[in-house]
């Protein structure tokens, strides 16, 4: 009685003969916390050329590691009120591999993952509802941005994703230009010509993208901002409220900005065919093409 009483105090229990550790720490709470923030972001776009248009929308975006727990009504790989799914990312569209693509696909390029931070900025699925615009795999390096990837998804069901680096994976900044050739049809209203120009900015408290496609005197300017506050199941459950059924809501306004300019006589272009390859490597506008 002694030894099961000091077991007892110990935090034991003894079961069939055997000292088993009791866990005052549930299963769940031992489990890796997955680093998820909430961008509450505003996007703007404004077309350039003889026919312009432009708008802006709210957007809810996270930033995340793809950790395994996370917020009560968002989870990884399965179904959920918000959700993140591996094979929507990194790689082709809806045969992805996550985040162990972009790793792959940054040391490939030459930049040691073992000390880097591997980030995803996307908009979530909203219950069976899922589509991306565009997402950013993002590579840190002491907190600041080394590299990261332009996910792109048309609305024809195709994906190409641009990687951007300034040379020796230098610390990317605001000021800092990317190119990227423009290589996949994403509008029926634009032709495949031209290039992107990345502006990244990324602090420990901001969002700030700007995208700007350019062909001649026409193109399309896009921006993404918000401030990076932490996710929590209040301010998910706050979004589905404010901006219902996410992805599908940002379909319905894509389409509904594409009737806006056939209806201005846009000239409108036919599915194009998709790129040969899946990832193009972009260039510092300061440096050479990678």
């Not at 990837?149 to 048309?154: G, H, M």
Request: proline share 5%; charged share 20%.
């Amino acid at each position: 009685m002694r030894r099961l009483r000091k077991a007892l105090a110990a935090g034991s229990f003894l079961f069939r003969g055997t000292f088993v550790q009791s866990d005052p720490i549930p299963a769940r709470a031992r489990r890796p916390i997955m680093m998820l923030e909430h961008i509450q972001a505003r996007t703007h776009h404004a077309r350039r050329g003889a026919l312009r248009n432009s708008f802006t929308y709210g957007v809810d975006y996270v930033l995340t590691d793809l950790g395994p727990a996370g917020p009560l009504l968002i989870s990884r790989n399965r179904f959920n009120l918000w959700s993140l799914w591996d094979h929507r990312h990194g790689g082709a569209r809806d045969n992805g591999h996550g985040v162990h693509w972009f790793r792959s696909l940054l040391q490939e390029r030459g930049l040691a993952t073992e000390n880097a931070q591997l980030l995803l900025l996307t908009q979530p699925s909203f219950l069976w509802f899922h589509f991306n615009p565009v997402s950013f795999w993002i590579a840190l390096v002491d907190g600041t941005p080394r590299a990261f990837v332009a996910e792109v998804n048309s609305t024809f069901g195709q994906r190409h994703c641009y990687f951007c680096a300034r040379d020796g994976f230098a610390p990317i900044r605001k000021s800092d230009t990317l190119i990227a050739e423009k290589l996949m049809h994403v509008s029926p209203f634009q032709r495949i010509a031209g290039h992107y120009a990345f502006n990244f900015g990324m602090t420990d408290t901001q969002i700030d993208i700007r995208i700007s496609f350019e062909n001649g005197d026409h193109g399309v300017l896009a921006t993404l901002s918000g401030e990076r506050r932490p996710a929590t199941s209040a301010s998910l459950a706050w979004a589905a409220i404010r901006r219902p059924l996410g992805a599908a809501r940002v379909l319905a306004l894509i389409h509904w900005q594409a009737a806006i300019l056939y209806l201005k006589r846009a000239p409108f272009l036919k599915k194009q065919h998709p790129p040969e390859h899946l990832v193009s490597d972009g260039y510092d506008l300061r440096g050479t093409k990678e």
